[in-house]
């Protein structure tokens, strides 16, 4: 009689399994809180075994996930018998595809989106060794805030979720740019001068911007060309009479030299 009670008390009393999911291979390390656990001789995921029961108590127990599939029931198997089953819900490994955009700043702070499959349990995502904010989270997407980088270069991001983690992907970080002359610095309001811009961490340049025009690599009328990271060819667009600022844009940011082209208005007879 008195095994009996004890039995209804165990069926009857909630018993938490934490984290209640895990990978489809097995391996997870699950808490189950409850009562009467204490000698459990058995922890049972659906219809197979757990291959580690240690750290038995009355109250709690820890318990190593077999591999399985979908949803299964946890119960505890004690000389009092079987426990209520509670739910553990198996997930598939993760799969990264892409994560835009690719590149930023080296201050880290931007929004990013990455795309795969099996993300809905994202818990992490790691820039090299430095730890993301997930912000947004489906099975499809990621949206997470990029953190500071350890250096500039390109890191390996690593998305960790109940069913394993996951890489394949990188995030490059840029350091901001800097103009530091402009060679000539100065001519006709019709464009069409060609220009020497040097500065610092310039290889990346998306776009220059002289006075009011934006020129695009490889433009037709107004091109510029990267030559290298401290120097790039420029030709200026046409533009109104008067001192200009100059800007160029990267992926690690943006740097404006206040007049720095000036343009010259032609002689008139």
Request: charged content about 5%.
């Amino acid at each position: 009689m008195q095994r009996l009670a004890q039995r209804l008390r165990c069926v009857r009393n909630a018993m938490p399994v934490s984290p209640d999911q895990g990978t489809t291979a097995g391996g997870t390390t699950v808490t189950i809180t409850g009562t009467n656990l204490g000698g459990a001789t058995a922890v049972s995921f659906g219809s197979k075994s757990a291959t580690s029961i240690t750290n038995v108590s009355p109250t709690q127990l820890t318990a190593i996930s077999p591999s399985g599939t979908g949803t299964v029931a946890v119960t505890v198997t004690t000389s009092g018998g079987t426990s209520n089953p509670e739910p553990f819900f198996y997930t598939g490994p993760p799969l990264v595809v892409s994560v835009s955009p690719d590149a930023g700043q080296f201050s880290g702070g931007n929004t990013v989106t990455i795309t795969g499959l099996n993300l809905a349990t994202a818990s992490a995502v790691d820039f090299g060794p430095n730890a993301g904010t997930i912000t947004g989270v489906s099975d499809s997407e990621i949206t997470v805030t990029v953190p500071t980088a350890s250096g500039v270069g390109t890191v390996p991001i690593t998305v960790v979720t109940a069913g394993g983690s996951a890489d394949g992907i990188s995030y490059s970080y840029f350091a901001n740019p800097t103009i530091t002359a402009l060679d000539p610095a100065s001519g006709p309001s019709s464009g069409g001068t060609a220009v020497t811009i040097t500065g610092t961490e310039l290889s990346s340049t998306e776009q220059v911007v002289i006075g009011s025009n934006a020129i695009q690599a490889g433009g037709p009328s107004a091109p510029f060309t990267v030559v290298s990271d401290t120097e790039i060819a420029a030709v200026a667009p046409p533009n109104a009479a008067g001192a200009a600022d100059v800007i160029v844009k990267t992926p690690g940011g943006s740097f404006s030299l206040p007049g720095g082209y000036t343009y010259l208005t032609g002689p008139g007879v």
